[in-house]
DNA sequence: AGTAATGGATAGTAATACTATCCGAAATGG
DNA sequence: CCATTTCGGATAGTATTACTATCCATTACT
């Protein structure tokens, strides 16, 4: 397989994985002749991979860059690789200011009370305290609330529930890059689709509040 | 208020403002001279909303300014206007190929048989539709299945059940543009915090699997 | 044998989200 | 009252991003 079939079946332009290639997202060919190579399955499971998180993920280049070098890394522990790769997929925000230091130290004590395993300096906590800091901006609470994260407190048990059924959805036998791959595609792409399932919902709820039956 | 005091508050440059104004996502502050305007808390208000559908929600400001139209147009009715803004905000990728169309199918089956009232042509159809074609070509799901949408069935009350509590915290009395801007930032806003939430349940899930307690 | 495709390098581009500068007029502070 | 700052409005410039196009000598296909 050479590029003009690697990019017929990918449906990615040959120039673009030309990019891809100079960029490192997509590992380079066996080398058969000064100007050939040959690409297989690995490379096609690859520039799927870098298009589920480059468009459907939204992530930037130097973003998916990292999460692939973890991926990537042998040496590195799975939960480990899953960790750098997570904290690549956060967007990154300007996070200063007293507002969002608070909701920091909040969501803190929200990892602590539910003992959640986040590393301390995990991305994701300063995630989802941008939502929290959101929240308050944009008065999406009615009264004024001593804790936002106690609005999440009911629906822990059942995401981490849900979360270590899809964890252990990886097909066994599976290789560590497998695993590492399985996982960190798995957090983009289904959390699109639990995005697009809660706005359906909110859709319905808003037809059920405001519109005619 | 002066432009000033509006960078002053919201913590945005004033050159920042002044490209909002042009372009219609901030409105013009009532003109008290030839050179002068005064601000006041709607614009407040706006400026945050703003920012949070453009950093917080990642929306371009071509959406953001579909979105903000719709608030705005007092003579479409709550309902409607939500279905716009919700339009806006999904993410545009690229929809052609037999892949796609079978998954939007699959989609229309799913939202027929939950009888959720979602919009014949909403975008949101194409979102989820958009997921579950990333589930296939990134062999997400074990054996292959006959209706991917399945795998959602289960949780759906749970989804339309949150989604009505959530429609229903709008702060009363409230205006139509205030019901729609709630309901359309909480989209952003939760969605965000409900996908920060997903992650660190992931990890504290990857963490119990295969790190060392 | 001739056309097309290849790897590698370099350069160019369209879109996006600001940012900076200039202007003459108005506000502000001492 | 006068120097300094800020104002609204307009125009132009910029940094970044994610490709896209072109060139070249070499190799593959027919």
């Not at 590393?119 to 300063?126: D, K, L, S, T």
């Not at 308050?136 to 979360?163: I, R, Y």
Request: overall charge negative.
């Amino acid at each position: 397989m050479r590029i003009g079939d690697l990019a017929k079946t990918t449906g990615v332009p040959v120039a673009t994985l030309k990019f891809y290639l100079r960029e490192g997202l997509l590992p380079a060919g066996t080398p058969t002749a000064v100007n050939q190579a040959e690409y297989d399955d690995v490379h096609v499971r690859r520039v799927k991979l870098v298009r589920a998180l480059l468009h459907l993920g939204g992530l930037s280049i130097a973003d998916a860059q990292r999460v692939l070098a973890a991926v990537d890394d042998e040496t590195m522990p799975i939960h480990d690789a899953f960790g750098v790769a997570q904290d690549a997929m956060v967007p990154k925000l300007d996070r200063s200011g007293t507002r969002y230091a608070d909701a920091l130290a909040e969501v803190d004590r929200f990892v602590r009370r539910h003992q959640l395993r986040v590393r301390p300096g995990a991305a994701v906590r300063g995630m989802l305290a941008d939502a929290v800091v959101g929240l308050a901006e944009c008065d999406l609470l009615g009264e004024p609330v001593t804790d936002t994260c106690e609005l999440f407190d009911a629906m822990v048990p059942a995401m981490v529930e849900q979360a270590e059924r899809e964890v252990a959805t990886t097909p066994h036998p599976a290789l560590r890059a497998q695993q590492v791959e399985h996982t960190v595609v798995g957090t983009v792409v289904f959390e699109v689709a639990y995005a697009a399932l809660r706005r359906m919902a909110l859709e319905h709820a808003s037809a059920q509040r405001w519109s005619a039956p």
